[in-house]
């Protein structure tokens, strides 16, 4: 199978990149730094020249409003050149609950890219993933302040890459669903208590405190972004994957 891989530098896409190549598939790999842009279009549709499928792990350079028109655009582009190219799924990499938070701009963004594929002209499947594990310390550093972390109790399912990966590389390889998958980590826990278990497994003399309305987590409802029933659990806990990341 050829799998056509946009967005492939990135953290995600890189990872899918290896994981579909380990499998034997033959994979393009395809981002702007190979000369491939989905905002301009270029080189888009020779990207995809005989490719079964289009995996979409792109991500827009802002969380705010102007990640509406850039997710609009490179969505439209990709589908018209994958159609033009008679690829038959289209993945797209996305997240859990963005139905749930209309006050995010992103996770608008996020959502305007999914129904732009659902109305489009070719199968394909939404892989919609929770929190990544690898992003709490950066969350905690947006809202910290000297030594302290303020962080609101909103409940988050932290998911390891290695299991979305897994997921995407399935969906990349069967038949389209035309609808979503959730994938998400074993356990939910309140941001602030992720925090928490962070800094005791990596002390640096910060102390969480809660703050229902501190950063973008402020902004999202209690339970909207945690898998809905029937999602698919990852296999590594947040405190399997601490002991193995500094």
């Known amino acids: 199978m050829k799998i056509a891989v946009v967005g492939a530098g990135g953290f995600v896409g890189s990872r899918l990149v290896r994981k579909l190549r380990s499998e034997g598939h033959e994979v393009t790999a395809h981002d702007r730094s190979t000369?491939?842009?989905?905002?301009?279009?270029?080189?888009?549709?020779?990207?995809?020249?005989?490719a079964d499928t289009v995996v979409n792990t792109i991500n827009a350079p802002s969380f705010d409003e102007d990640a509406v028109p850039f997710f609009r655009?490179?969505?439209?582009?990709?589908?018209?050149?994958?159609?033009?190219?008679?690829?038959?799924?289209?993945?797209?990499?996305?997240?859990?609950?963005?139905?749930?938070?209309?006050?995010?701009?992103?996770?608008?963004?996020k959502l305007e890219q999914e129904r732009l594929l659902e109305a489009g002209p070719l199968p394909y499947t939404i892989v919609r993933a929770t929190q990544f594990m690898d992003f709490i310390e950066p969350i905690m550093s947006w809202t910290t302040s000297g030594?302290?972390?303020?962080?609101p109790s909103t409940r988050l399912q932290p998911v390891a890459v290695e299991d979305v990966v897994d997921t995407l590389a399935e969906?990349?390889?069967?038949?389209?669903?035309?609808?979503?998958?959730?994938?998400?980590?074993?356990?939910?826990?309140?941001?602030?208590?992720?925090?928490?278990?962070?800094?005791?497994?990596?002390p640096d003399?910060?102390?969480?405190?809660v703050d229902e309305g501190a950063g973008l987590f402020g902004q999202v409802p209690r339970d909207a972004i945690i898998a809905p029933p029937g999602a698919r659990l990852g296999a590594t806990s947040y405190e399997q994957w601490l002991q193995h990341h500094d």
């Open 35 to 50: 000369g491939v842009d989905l905002l301009t279009g270029e080189g888009v549709p020779e990207a995809l020249t005989g």
């Open 147 to 151: 030594d302290t972390v303020r962080l």
């Open 73 to 109: 655009t490179t969505t439209q582009t990709l589908l018209n050149a994958a159609e033009g190219a008679g690829v038959g799924n289209v993945v797209l990499l996305s997240i859990v609950g963005i139905d749930q938070v209309p006050d995010v701009a992103y996770y608008r963004a």
């Open 205 to 209: 003399g910060r102390q969480v405190t």
């Open 171 to 202: 969906a990349a390889t069967t038949p389209p669903r035309n609808g979503i998958v959730n994938v998400a980590g074993p356990d939910v826990f309140p941001l602030d208590d992720l925090a928490r278990r962070t800094l005791d497994a990596h």
